[in-house]
Structures are given as structure tokens and as C-alpha cells.
């Protein structure tokens, strides 16, 4: 069985820890990703469900400040609630010039009857969401 797991790299300006404030701070994922209407302001932690009810269920599985963050996928039609083993996979790296490494992984869905159709989909948004994230890191900082 192939898998379909997406994969973006993408290279930022910007330090680890803007980068991962782009990530977790809703006021930027707003506008990177979308997030439930009543979703609160408050990061994303470790213990964060983010929840489209009858629609989708984004669990946080793996948190560790500056490097990874990692999310569990629940979709309701998929009918199965034992598949648990697909997710959104953001790891930050540093390089040794300095420059912050984005990896985004989306999948497995090859077990999934549609599978093609959402790792399509996926790679749409890994590619969007990349180039958003950068954008959002890079602009320079006012200071007030």
C-alpha cells in the first residue's frame, strides 16, 4: 500500500521562536488556516482540542516549544474512530546560518477509501499554509 503523506519544506527568515508564534498564536492562524468561529484567543497548548463540530477535530499529540507541534485528524464520515494516525505535523529546524526550516506533513490518508481526494486537498494547503507561515514570520516587527 503507497502512502500519501504531503510533504513542504520551506525556508524563513524570521527566528524560531517568531516562527513558532505564527503557529500557535490564533491571531496568525486566522490567517494561514481556518479555526472554528467561537475558537477562543488564547496559544495553542498542549492539551488543545480545536473542534468544527459534525465536521472535523483537530487534537494537539505532540508539543515541543520551538520544534514540533503535531495534530491528530478526526473527520465524523470517515466512520472509523480508531484511525488516530492521521495529522498535521508541523517541525521547525534551524540552520546553520541562522535560518528557520518549516517541515509540514499531512497524512497518511492512504487508508482512507477517498484517500486521494483529501491528500490532494492537503497538498494544496501545505503548500498555501508554507508560504502564508513565511509571509506572517518575515514581516518585520514594529516596535511601538
Not at 502512502?3 to 524560531?16: E, F, G, H, P, Y
Not at 497518511?108 to 501545505?126: P, R
Amino acid at each position: 500500500m503507497k502512502s500519501l503523506i504531503t510533504k513542504n519544506n520551506i525556508r524563513i527568515d524570521a527566528t524560531v521562536t517568531r516562527v513558532w508564534e505564527v503557529l500557535t498564536t490564533p491571531e496568525y492562524i486566522r490567517k494561514w488556516d481556518k479555526l472554528p468561529e467561537d475558537f477562543g484567543d488564547y496559544e495553542i497548548h498542549p492539551a488543545t482540542v480545536i473542534e468544527w463540530p459534525g465536521m472535523a477535530k483537530l487534537s494537539v499529540v505532540e508539543f515541543e516549544i520551538n520544534k514540533k507541534l503535531r495534530y491528530s485528524l478526526y473527520v465524523p464520515t470517515w466512520n472509523d474512530e480508531n484511525i488516530s494516525n492521521i495529522g498535521y505535523t508541523y517541525s521547525l529546524t534551524v540552520d546553520e546560518n541562522g535560518y528557520t526550516w518549516l517541515g509540514i506533513e499531512i497524512g497518511d490518508f492512504a487508508i482512507l477509501t477517498e484517500g486521494d481526494k483529501y491528500y490532494d486537498e492537503s497538498n494544496n494547503f501545505g503548500e498555501t499554509a508554507s508560504q502564508k507561515i513565511k509571509a506572517l514570520a518575515e514581516k518585520k516587527q514594529i516596535a511601538l
